[in-house]
């Protein structure tokens, strides 16, 4: 009889416990917050074990300069605030959690951006997005054409790209809007 009170007990105490944490315990919420243990790990090891099993073998269209150039239009418009130009590191990714990677910027090892992964496994990232970052899919945003493009884009970017391309990947992002707001009336303004 007292093993099963102490049986019942136990199983109690977990969700009591960890009912307590989330509301009490100050879990990391903020971007600055100290990691959950193993966080990193449990992010990561799933992530990689889909990657492996789900990205294409290699891209179906070659890295042209006409792929390139659209993949650097599709770039500035969709990735470039988060992930930087060359030489123009994005102002807020490093205070994002996870911070988003510089894809113009070499790392540790000398290595651009994703340019040392497989081709496929950033399509997937593009495609799917990667849950609980500020990574989007892209999936209902730009076409399979488009994606790969983009893809291609930064497997490339250790590598010397064709001019027109290079002047896309280093102008900088221009948020001006015209006076009019571009279409119908200025924001602001009053109805008539
Ligand atoms: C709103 C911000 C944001 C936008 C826009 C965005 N990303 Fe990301 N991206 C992230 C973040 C944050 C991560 C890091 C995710 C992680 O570490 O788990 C990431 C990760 C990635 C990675 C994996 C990097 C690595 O080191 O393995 C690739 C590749 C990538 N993004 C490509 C793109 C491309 C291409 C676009 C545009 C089509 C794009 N991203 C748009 C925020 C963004």
Redesign the pocket.
Known sequence: MRFLVGLILGFLIIPVWVTIYFHMGHPPVAVADLPFLLERQI??IP?HARIDKEMPASAPIEASVTNLTAGAQ??RE??????GLYGRP?GF?GH??????Q?WAPHGDGVV??SD?PVG??YW??AN??R?????S?DK??NQTQ?WQ??L??KNAGSPMPADVTKLIQAPLDFSVPANGGVGAAPGASPQ
């Open positions: 992010v990561k992530l599709i770039y969709q990735c470039a605030s988060c992930h994005s990714a994002m959690y996870p911070r988003a990677p894809l951006g994703v992964d496994e950033t990232k593009v997005g990667i609980l970052s500020g990574m989007p892209f945003v730009l994606m983009v893809s884009l930064v």
